[in-house]
């Protein structure tokens, strides 16, 4: 008889956004006439661009000659796409090398499969309320997690305890679900706090490339030191729509070395090939191509036109917000809007209350965390007359 990993018992009976999808499939079944506004998942509803679209086709018909076609590709991904990737960071400020790159097919695989690289006896970060696939991963394998408090009166930026020590730490800015965004200050202090610690910091970027204040960082990788304490994740779902086409990468500087028990080194950039090598073959060449594509200065520019299109979204939902004197988060360099229930309301209850009331379908901040539990996210992707 198989022994389970019967930690899979201390996780939720579901993954958040599958119990909401399983909520409002429900309630569309019962109501097949009622038109749903859907500011859940934040999922993209804007088509690719056509720069991305021309990648892809260029990549397809590369398939179909003998001169061009391409099988298994280089396990890091395509010296072209980390090419074009370390050209976006030096575009934005922040020198990269693209041998540290790895693409893969998403930040989510990325954040969650990056657990594994750790021994269960760390001391984990995770702020609350945070993307779920952060604690859900580190359940799954037995480990204990420390939560940092998010909330408003810290703005929902928890800042490190030195007094606290820490090995690893998880850090997403822009946030989901909160929209919150670390300064430059704020994260030189948790880049100072690893690097005292000798801890890693894991953060995720996904968001970037809603910031509009060129003030901010929109990597951890513009604070010095980062190199030496920071793994970074970053994604084109939210960037270039690709939540279907999937597509992400993830930079682990060869600085990255630590002792291991015996008095011996382990590099994390060579630790974390060793784990793609042997358990991912990599993104499909066509989609590689379509990503080289999306981080070309125009197809960038292409990419900010859609951004602007969910920010105008965000306005419009921050305004109502304000108008009925709801105190929210973000919505400014970040697609999420992040808000107190109203009347004391528990965020599943008020999810139950808008789907009933008003057919619109957020996220229960309570799926994000203990913290989350009175409050609610709206997500900006959705369509102009339609959401
Ligand atoms: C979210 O809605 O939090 C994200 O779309 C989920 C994800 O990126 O996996």
């Known amino acids: ?102 693409i893969s097919d998403g930040a989510k695989s990325d954040t969650g499969n990056i657990s594994e690289l750790f021994s269960a006896d760390n001391v984990i970060l995770i702020p609350d309320p945070v993307y779920p696939v952060y604690v859900d991963s580190n359940i799954m394998s037995g480990k204990q997690v420390t939560y940092l408090s998010g909330n408003a009166e810290n703005q929902f930026l928890p800042m490190p305890d030195h007094r606290v020590h820490a090995d690893i730490i998880y850090l997403c800015s822009p946030n989901n679900p909160t929209g919150a965004v670390y300064n430059r200050e704020q994260l030189k202090e948790w880049v100072d706090y690893a690097l005292k610690e000798h801890a890693v910091i894991l953060f995720d970027s996904a968001y970037e490339a809603f910031i509009t204040d060129p003030a901010l960082p929109r990597s951890i990788y513009a604070i010095e030191g980062a190199k030496k304490c920071a793994i970074e994740f970053g994604s084109l779902s939210k960037t270039a729509g690709f939540t279907g086409t999937r597509c992400g990468y993830t930079v682990v ?107 619109i379908v957020g996220t229960p901040g309570a799926g994000f965390g203990e913290n989350g539990k009175n409050y609610f996210r709206l997500t900006s992707f959705g369509e102009h007359g339609k959401a």
């Open 253 to 359: 500087p060869r600085e990255l070395v630590f002792p291991t028990s015996d008095g011996r080194e382990l590099s994390l950039h060579a630790m974390w090939n060793r784990r793609q090598s042997t358990k991912f073959n990599g993104t499909s060449y066509i989609i590689q191509k379509g990503a080289a594509a999306v981080f070309t200065e125009e197809g960038m520019a292409q990419c900010m036109e859609h951004i602007h299109y969910y920010q105008e979204n965000a306005r419009m939902i921050s305004e109502t917000l304000s108008r009925k004197g709801i105190r929210f988060f973000g919505g400014i360099h970040s697609p999420y809007i992040w808000f107190e229930c109203p009347d004391g309301m528990e965020s599943w209850e008020f999810f139950d209350y808008l789907l009933n009331k008003a057919q």
């Open 1 to 102: 008889m198989p022994k389970l990993n019967e930690h899979y018992q201390n996780l939720k009976e579901s993954y958040l956004f599958s119990e909401i999808a399983h909520r409002v499939a429900a309630y569309s079944q019962a109501h097949p006439d009622q038109k749903i506004i859907r500011l859940g998942i934040g999922d993209v509803t804007l088509p690719l661009t056509s720069m991305a679209i021309d990648g892809l086709h260029e990549g397809v018909d590369a398939m179909a000659s003998s001169e061009t076609f391409k099988g298994y590709g280089p396990e890091q991904g395509y010296e072209f796409l980390r090419d074009a990737i370390a050209g976006y960071y030096e575009r934005n400020g922040v020198p990269m090398d693209a041998a540290d790159i790895f």
